[in-house]
């Protein structure tokens, strides 16, 4: 497993990157069980946030890109990593106090089916059934994370090739 997570790390990231996904393989805890037929659309998963607060949460962690990561972080005064950044988003902006660790992220909320998915939702990157890195949802395929040491919050496409390549499943807080 750890040899096709490095194969899979693109060659500009280093070996500090190669590191932090391995530090996130061994991070988290627990199993996803879905909770929704693969068919269900986004009007069968309920939701704590109104469709207000939803554009607020997107709106607010899209203007947090280019924040500095932080292990253990959830400011955007001293930084964030990425439970960090989920926390303080909808804190903040949803009113919605979400678990603090990656793995109690895993079973917070609702299971959504990726065809479901909308804004606001939690992205969690899976390896064997562990949730080990996670992000928030911001639509047409992309998310903002606070990603690794020496890095700092970005958008990225759920369709390149190196988040397409991850096992993911979706929360909605």
Request: hydrophobic share 40%.
């Amino acid at each position: 497993m750890v040899q096709k997570v490095v194969m899979n790390v693109d060659k500009r990231w280093g070996l500090a990157s190669v590191a932090m996904v391995l530090l996130f393989a061994l991070a988290g805890c627990g199993t996803v069980s879905p909770q929704y037929p693969a068919s269900a659309s986004a009007a069968d998963v309920p939701t704590r946030l109104s469709p207000a607060q939803a554009n607020e949460v997107t709106v607010y962690a899209i203007g947090l890109v280019g924040t500095p990561y932080r292990y253990g972080g959830n400011t955007p005064e001293t930084g964030f990593d990425c439970s960090g950044l989920i926390g303080h988003v909808l804190r903040t902006r949803g009113g919605v106090a979400s678990p603090r660790t990656v793995a109690k992220l895993q079973t917070w909320g609702q299971s959504v089916p990726g065809e479901a998915v909308r804004t606001a939702d939690l992205v969690l990157f899976m390896q064997s059934g562990t949730a080990v890195h996670a992000g928030i949802y911001v639509g047409d395929g992309r998310f903002v994370h606070a990603p690794s040491t020496g890095g700092v919050v970005r958008l990225d496409d759920l369709r390149s090739p190196y988040w397409s390549s991850q096992r993911v499943a979706f929360r909605r807080p």
